[in-house]
């Protein structure tokens, strides 16, 4: 859906530039009236999927609008038909090209969204259920095999946790301890794949059951138990858990160790007994969590720097899918643009959550924060040029393509290998990377300013030419810190 909606955006930002220029080179263009219709629909149809993902009601019948946008779209084309070779009728061609793509995005975002309410959930799980199950096992099947290697943090934090639930087992049986599944207990609850989540967890685990074992103590020393207060202080400790617990993990341990305790005692265990045992697993659990993690770290200060590079390695590939629609037009080509597509999201998904574990680290500054998203937002740039591109890729009668683009091409697939390397640490010179914004000028200067495909193919271009420069300065800066520190 946030594809869909980033496109979307881009094409509604492309529809309403193309509509300024006809109406500054002749404000009684007929096109202008059409494109305003189109984009008032388009505006109900957003509003109606907006107050459906809002609400949660199922969304209503848009068959009808959109009919309305592909009809606005062939009158476009059937109005200026007779206009071909003029400079308003190559605009206007543009712009029949993005309603069009708009429209597509609009069907595509109304199946989405359908899916998003209770009613359609339920479907889809219908529609999912009928799959044969081999095809479900399959699917599943693959995604374990991607995982199966040291370099997938699932699959370290997999063998961290193994090795550690067995210490943890072995610790309570060969001392023979009292309730000494709390040591693996702990021990799972613990330890995550990332640093911030098992040390924040870890020490709040074990800092917070000793305040709450300290609790339980001075209420069996200072209270006179029997039944009736015990079963008072449960009703108030379960009352805390389930009402402040959720909100802090510290505040759900005191009141969870507490809680524990007053089962126990009024089962019939003696408190001391229960207080010690609790205590102790606790934090054999909770230090051999933390132990383990200290040992074999997971830092995303490691993981960012390849994960960017995937990034950029899945935008090359997108790139080079979107370009060949434009160099060798094939049909059956749409299925590798989307899946190279979803890819670069999947790669950008991945790269996101770790930026934002990585602030948390210790020992990073804000410098090389601030250095880190001013990359991602450069990236953004050129993945946003990248969409638009895409949308005008021409649905009609193509356009001879040039050696001059084919150049371009092959130019940004340089460009984004050499900083996908320079980020996994090779030394890259400056003039290794090839003269981006001299291929621009050279497709402006071969390009007829007239044809609508060319016009949209230059002005990406320069965008996607700015922001890989811009990146590639980023990177390189960030190369030289590395190489000093």
């Known amino acids: 859906m946030l594809t869909q909606a980033e496109r979307i955006r881009l094409s509604l930002t492309v529809l309403a530039r193309l509509r300024m220029r006809l109406e500054r080179e002749s404000r009684d263009h007929a096109a202008i009236e059409i494109i305003d219709r189109y984009l008032d629909n388009a505006a109900k149809i957003l509003e109606d999927l907006g107050e459906s993902l809002v609400s949660g009601k199922e969304l209503p019948d848009e068959k009808d609008r959109l009919v309305l946008g592909v009809a606005l779209a062939y009158q476009l084309r059937e109005d200026n038909a007779g206009d071909r070779g003029t400079f308003l009728a190559a605009v206007a061609q543009n712009a029949r090209h993005q309603m069009d793509a708009l429209s597509g995005q609009l069907r595509a975002a109304i199946d989405l969204a359908s899916r998003a309410t209770p009613e359609g959930q339920a479907q889809f799980a219908k529609e999912e259920a009928r799959q044969p199950w081999w095809l479900r096992f399959s699917s599943q099947l693959a995604t374990l095999r991607a995982n199966l290697n040291l370099q997938s943090a699932a699959f370290r934090h997999a063998l961290r946790l193994a090795v550690c639930l067995a210490i943890g087992a072995a610790v309570g049986r060969m001392f023979e301890s009292q309730r000494s599944y709390w040591i693996p207990m702990t021990t799972v609850?613990?330890?995550?794949?990332?640093?911030?989540?098992?040390?924040?967890?870890?020490?709040?685990?074990?800092?917070?059951?000793?305040?709450?074992?300290?609790?339980?103590?001075?209420?069996?020393?200072?209270?006179?138990?029997?039944?009736?207060t015990e079963i008072a202080l449960i009703a108030v400790f379960t009352f805390l858990v389930r009402w402040i617990g959720p909100a802090n993990y510290g505040v759900f341990t005191v009141t969870i160790s507490a809680l524990i305790v007053l089962l126990l005692t009024i089962a019939g265990v003696s408190p001391k007994e229960a207080i010690h045992a609790r205590g102790v697993n606790t934090m054999i659990g909770g230090l051999l969590a933390l132990a383990a993690y200290a040992a074999w770290p997971t830092w995303e200060s490691a993981q960012v720097p390849e994960l960017f590079a995937k990034l950029l390695e899945a935008y090359k590939k997108s790139f080079h899918q979107i370009t060949q629609g434009y160099l060798e037009p094939n049909p059956a080509g749409e299925k590798e643009r989307d899946l190279a597509r979803r890819r670069a999201r999947t790669a950008r998904s991945n790269l996101e959550p770790s930026l934002d574990r990585l602030g948390a680290e210790p020992g990073v500054t804000p410098d090389q924060m601030s250095r880190w998203n001013a990359m991602l937002a450069s990236s953004h740039r050129f993945a946003h040029a990248m969409m638009a591109m895409e949308a005008g890729l021409p649905q009609t009668k193509e356009a001879p393509p040039r050696p001059e683009f084919r150049k371009f091409r092959d130019d940004v697939e340089k460009t984004l290998e050499l900083l996908a390397r320079v980020l996994r640490g090779a030394r890259i010179a400056e003039k290794e990377f090839p003269d981006l914004r001299e291929d621009h000028n050279q497709m402006v200067a071969a390009g007829d300013p007239q044809n609508a495909r060319y016009a949209l193919v230059n002005v990406e271009a320069d965008r996607m030419t700015n922001s890989l420069n811009t990146l590639r300065e980023q990177a390189m800066e960030w190369a030289r810190a590395g190489q000093a520190t």
């Open 189 to 228: 609850l613990v330890l995550k794949p990332d640093f911030t989540t098992t040390f924040s967890r870890g020490i709040l685990r074990i800092v917070g059951t000793m305040a709450g074992l300290l609790l339980a103590t001075a209420l069996f020393h200072y209270l006179p138990l029997h039944t009736v």
